[in-house]
C-alpha cells in the first residue's frame, strides 16, 4: 500500500502561517494529483485544495481561497500546502490524500497519509 506522510503541523497563533508537507512515492506524484483535507473533532472530513498533476491547475475550498496555496515543494516528491492568516476554525487534523483530479470529494481520493494536527489559538 502507497503511503503519503505529513510533516510541518503545529501550533499558531490567529494570523500566523504554517507550510505542511507532504512525501509521496514517485509513482503516486507521477500518476494522481494530490490534495489536502481536513478533519475538525466532531466533523466530517472536508476538502481543503488539490491540484492537477499534469496542467497544474489548481482547486481550493472557499473557506481557505486566498489563504492557502498548494503547490509541489523544494524537494522531489513532495508537495506543500502554504497556510496564511490562519483562523481558529482552521484547527483540525490535515490529510495528505491522492486521486484523480480534481479530488475534490473523500470518496475520489486514492491513497492517505497519516494526518499532521493544527491548532490555531492564542
Known amino acids: 500500500q502507497a503511503r503519503l506522510v505529513e510533516s510541518g503541523g503545529g501550533l499558531v497563533q490567529p494570523g500566523g502561517s504554517l507550510t505542511l508537507s507532504c512525501e509521496a512515492p514517485g509513482g503516486i506524484l507521477s500518476s494522481w494529483g494530490m490534495g489536502w483535507f481536513r478533519q475538525a473533532p466532531g466533523k466530517d472530513r472536508e476538502f481543503v485544495a488539490s491540484n492537477r498533476r499534469n496542467s497544474g491547475s489548481t482547486f481550493y475550498s472557499e473557506s481557505v481561497k486566498g489563504r492557502f496555496t498548494i503547490s509541489k515543494g523544494n524537494a522531489k516528491r513532495m508537495v506543500e500546502l502554504q497556510m496564511n492568516d490562519l483562523k481558529p476554525e482552521d484547527t483540525a487534523v490535515y490529510y495528505c490524500?491522492?486521486?484523480?483530479?480534481?479530488?475534490?470529494?473523500?470518496?475520489?481520493?486514492?491513497?492517505w497519509g497519516q494526518g499532521t494536527q493544527v491548532t490555531v489559538s492564542t
Open positions: 490524500a491522492a486521486g484523480p483530479a480534481p479530488m475534490t470529494t473523500v470518496r475520489e481520493a486514492r491513497y
